[in-house]
Nanobody
């Protein structure tokens, strides 16, 4: 599935941003989707994930501040980011992972990334 992320931008510490990720096809049934980020000079890290059943996981650094959600009818997932901190700065990527048993195909698809910059 092709993924298109949007919603990045600049915010001050304490502010909020909402990221969106739209799939090129139905996301219904995709076992796991999520948001990852890569800060300058650092490795990409998991921020939040959501399963097909709606079970969510969060990095410790964003718990209580970020909320991941999905809307199957719009083929989209979202990341609501509140109380932003300068250390949240980075390029945010959406991701879809799954396995199609019928054709023995495992996928791990990434969107193009959207930049989030948080100033103090």
């Amino acid at each position: 599935v092709q993924l298109q992320a949007s919603g990045g931008g600049s915010a001050r510490a304490g502010g909020s941003l909402r990221l969106s990720c739209k799939g090129s096809m139905s996301i219904f049934g995709i076992p796991n989707m999520g948001w990852y980020r890569q800060a300058p000079g650092k490795q990409r890290e998991m921020v939040a994930t959501i399963t097909d059943g709606g079970i969510t996981t969060y990095a410790d650094s964003v718990k209580g501040r970020f909320t991941i959600s999905k809307e199957n009818i719009k083929n989209s997932i979202y990341l609501q980011m509140n109380n932003l901190k300068p250390e949240d700065t980075g390029v945010y990527y959406c991701n879809a992972q799954g396995y199609i048993a019928r054709i023995n195909y495992k996928y791990n698809d990434w969107g193009q990334g959207t930049l989030v910059t948080v100033s103090s």
